[in-house]
T-cell receptor, first 113, second 116 residues
Framework: GAVVSQHPSWVICKSGTSVKIECRSLDFQATTMFWYRQFPKQSLMLMATSNEGSKATYEQGVEKDKFLINHASLTLSTLTVTSAHPEDSSFYIC?????????FGNGTRLTVT | AQKVTQAQTEISVVEKEDVTLDCVYETRDTTYYLFWYKQPPSGELVFLIRRNSFDEQNEISGRYSWNFQKSTSSFNFTITASQVVDSAVYFCALSGGNFGNEKLTFGTGTRLTIIP
């Protein structure tokens, strides 16, 4: 079964609203989680590294004030897309490592209208 | 900086043919991990293989096989006797570090279509 749970699987929101995506590690603790974004027919690009109890590390070109990451517990990281716009429509996917293995969530398809 | 190149954007083959997906990588790390993932239309990433930089043995898993050539920085993936269910986008990825459970650099992917 899945060891990383991501919710929701898909979401449609209106432009200007905020959307929160959750990434949970099941049955293991993850001090670090990773958030990726995938535009249609493109590759997965790392957005940020989520660190439990401290600030996330963002990749170059990713707006930290727009993509808020909170990793308040060892099993949960959240990505909030603030003031979403149609260009934020994308597939967002998280991952976490456990014992030398890397696990991905099933992804969240965000559509901003 | 790490880089993964998948030069083949799209490939179409007739069912039962063999097909090889190419992957070339660049890294300055002495220890690194290479991965292949399959992404069906539903979007989730399906893990296929992980190989560390010290293990150059080729691997076979059913119809799938992988050829790791450190000398040419390549990690190619071959599907033998392809099936329609193999149709998907395939990503090659690279991770630095000692455990292979860290952030990945993905290639641009190869869209494979198996024609019945």
């Amino acid at each position: 079964g899945a060891v990383v749970s991501q919710h929701p699987s898909w979401v449609i929101c209106k432009s200007g609203t905020s959307v929160k995506i959750e990434c949970r590690s099941l049955d293991f603790q993850a001090t670090t989680m990773f958030w990726y974004r995938q535009f249609p027919k493109q590759s997965l690009m790392l957005m940020a590294t989520s660190n439990e109890g401290s600030k996330a590390t963002y990749e170059q070109g990713v707006e930290k004030d727009k993509f808020l990451i909170n990793h308040a517990s060892l099993t949960l990281s959240t990505l909030t897309v603030t003031s979403a716009h149609p260009e934020d429509s994308s597939f967002y996917i998280c991952s976490a490592g456990q014992g030398g293995l890397l696990h991905f969530g099933n992804g969240t398809r965000l559509t901003v209208t | 900086a790490q880089k993964v190149t998948q030069a083949q954007t799209e490939i179409s083959v007739v069912e039962k043919e063999d097909v090889t997906l190419d992957c070339v990588y660049e890294t300055r790390d002495t220890t690194y991990y290479l991965f292949w993932y399959k992404q069906p239309p539903s979007g989730e990433l399906v893990f296929l293989i992980r190989r560390n930089s010290f293990d150059e043995q080729n691997e076979i898993s059913g119809r799938y096989s992988w050829n790791f050539q450190k000398s040419t920085s390549s990690f190619n993936f071959t599907i033998t006797a392809s099936q329609v269910v193999d149709s998907a986008v395939y990503f090659c990825a690279l991770s630095g570090g000692n455990f292979g459970n860290e952030k990945l650099t993905f290639g641009t992917g190869t869209r494979l279509t198996i024609i019945p």
